[in-house]
């Protein structure tokens, strides 16, 4: 089996007595989709910077493609795409011209045109960027990111700030690189883009992993799953990890009384809860 | 692509962004000429103050096609996020550097030998009577302020403020080293300064050049004292270099 495109292991950053980044370990295999979900300060865009080669570790190991990202090697560079939370255009060049220059850089790239097309820019492809709306900024971006057409591609919250069409044409881009292999690192703070995109999630907090898997498995030890039932005109909700042997005595003990469980529903929590809960850890 | 390729790329890319810029044009390109033209004029005919400003004016050039232009583009690039993405593709930082540098040398070099024509074809200044001074002379310069452009840009903290941090240094150098008039017409303080700073020496190479014919060998202490410029401004951009 091929090694991960992205391992991890205890990694750390700090900025003066600040720990950024407090022993994050985890793996992205290629042809993944890997997102790190989770609110602003958490660590996330500093994990990604320095896998991305902008920044050093403090301590622990990265290896990205097999390589060490603070070597800042150009082999990896011409394997990695990027596309950074905030950065700028040449203002006077047109989408072509930014595209077909970035791609001068790269062994074997796409068709710029082809690539413009692709994250739905092809009607302003003579814009000067300057002149361009704020999604299609975040378009050009992907397509600066995509022309290379690389193995791995950093996507560091790829759609803030979007229209929710600019999100879907995002949306629509992630799944054609995961379609064509492609192995993506995403960082978001929305739940339902982690859902939607992530073939598995980890969610960063404090600069710690404090939950990973598939979206439809993170479920942290506390929250299980919720029994509820409406009873004497309110809810009564029980939470456990064991929902058969919980159902087994809550409709045994109902129909001793002779009773009815009214509107009686079980339900995992969704990732959304998991991820509230888990944020609200600390004030609870 | 090869990074000389690369680097030739990123030249042509430059080209194409200056002559679109209409700001960064005229204020690197056509603020010295206007200058020119004006002090000129009120010189009349007098030749003697012609030799002097001829030069002084390839001199000023030479700065602000240079220590203006990185100072400034720099602070953009920076603060735009051109220069972080940038170091996310493969372009090699030699590369674009030659292609960014490559550029300013381009437009030191042009504006020196327009101002030169000038001189000649509307004043009547004689053609340079060393033009091996005249590209070393040149060359010092362009290094020179570049390096010392590329470091004043890493204390301009925004865009902004560039203007603030470059015209406070650009004019008051160019009053103290006798661009317009022979810097030995200066308070002795102010001549004092111009000895040290570079552009004064820049202009008595170029005048050597163009109005006397004193060569190189001829102006070794002015060179040396541009060089050890060039040395410093090239230790400081390299030194305190940002992304972002």
């Known amino acids: 089996m091929a090694s991960p495109a992205i391992e991890v292991s205890d990694l750390r950053k700090s900025y003066g007595p600040v720990e950024a980044v407090r022993g994050v ?43 060490d990202p603070a070597a800042g090697e150009r082999q990896l560079k011409q394997r990695v795409g990027i596309v950074l939370q905030a950065a700028g255009f040449y203002p006077r060049l047109t989408v072509h011209e930014a595209v077909s220059h970035v791609a001068k850089a790269y062994p074997d790239p796409r068709d710029p045109s082809e690539t413009i097309s692709m994250v739905g820019l ?69 739940l339902d883009e982690a859902q939607a995109l992530a073939d598995r999630v980890a969610i960063v907090k404090n ?72 944020m609200d850890e600390d004030e609870r | 692509m090869s990074p000389a390729a690369l680097a030739w790329q990123q030249f042509r890319l430059e080209r194409k962004l200056f002559w679109r810029s209409p700001s960064a044009a005229f ?25 002097i400003l001829i030069p ?56 020196v030998l327009v101002v030169v024509a000038i001189g000649h074809l509307i004043y009547d200044v004689s053609w340079p009577r060393d033009w091996i001074a005249l590209v070393v002379f040149t060359g010092a310069g362009v290094v020179a302020f570049g390096s010392l452009g590329i ?42 300064a111009a000895e040290v700073l570079p552009l004064k020496h820049l202009v008595d190479g170029l005048g050597g050049a163009i109005v006397t014919g004193a060569g190189v060998q001829d102006n070794l202490g002015g060179l040396a004292v541009v060089a050890l410029w060039a040395g410093a401004g090239a230790v400081l951009a390299v030194r305190g270099f940002r992304w972002e």
């Open chain 2, 151 to 192: 470091a004043l840009s890493h204390v301009i903290p925004n865009f902004d403020s560039a203007a603030a941090y470059v015209n406070a240094i650009f004019l008051p150098v160019m009053f103290v080293s006798g661009v317009f008039y022979s810097s030995e017409s200066l308070p002795p303080a102010l001549e004092a």
């Open chain 1, 25 to 67: 370990s985890f793996s992205v295999q290629r042809g993944e989709v890997f997102g790190l979900l989770g609110p602003n300060g958490a660590g996330k865009t500093t994990t990604v910077e320095i896998l991305e080669g902008y920044r050093r570790r403090s301590s622990g190991e990265a290896r990205v493609l097999g390589s």
């Open chain 1, 122 to 190: 092809a009607d302003s492809a003579d814009t000067r960027s300057n002149r361009l709306s704020g999604g299609q900024q975040r378009r050009l971006d992907l397509a600066l990111a995509l022309v290379g057409d690389p193995e791995l591609v950093f996507l560091d919250e790829p759609t803030t700030g979007f229209d929710p069409a600019a999100r879907r044409v995002a949306w629509d881009v992630v799944r054609t690189l995961r379609e064509l292999g492609k192995t993506v690192l995403l960082t978001t703070h929305y």
């Open chain 1, 207 to 278: 600069g710690e992993i404090v939950a990973e898997g598939p979206p439809e498995s993170l479920t942290p030890a506390s929250a299980g799953y919720r029994v509820s039932y409406e009873a004497q005109g309110r809810r009564v909700e029980h939470q456990t990890d064991d929902p058969t042997d919980l159902l087994h005595r809550l409709t045994g003990d109902a129909l001793a009384r002779g009773e009815r469980l009214q509107s009686l529903e079980v339900a995992r929590p969704t990732l959304e809860e998991v991820y509230l809960e888990l």
């Open chain 2, 27 to 51: 204020f690197s390109f056509a603020l010295p000429l206007v200058l020119l033209l004006l002090v000129a004029s009120v010189y009349g005919g007098d030749a003697e103050r012609l030799e």
């Open chain 2, 56 to 111: 002084g004016i390839a001199g000023l050039s030479v700065m602000a096609t240079t220590f203006n232009a990185m100072a400034f583009n720099l602070t953009f690039l920076r603060e735009q996020g051109i220069l972080k993405r940038l170091k996310g593709t493969p372009m090699p930082t030699t590369s674009y550097l030659a292609g960014f540098l490559g550029s300013a040398v381009a437009n030191a070099f042009v504006q």
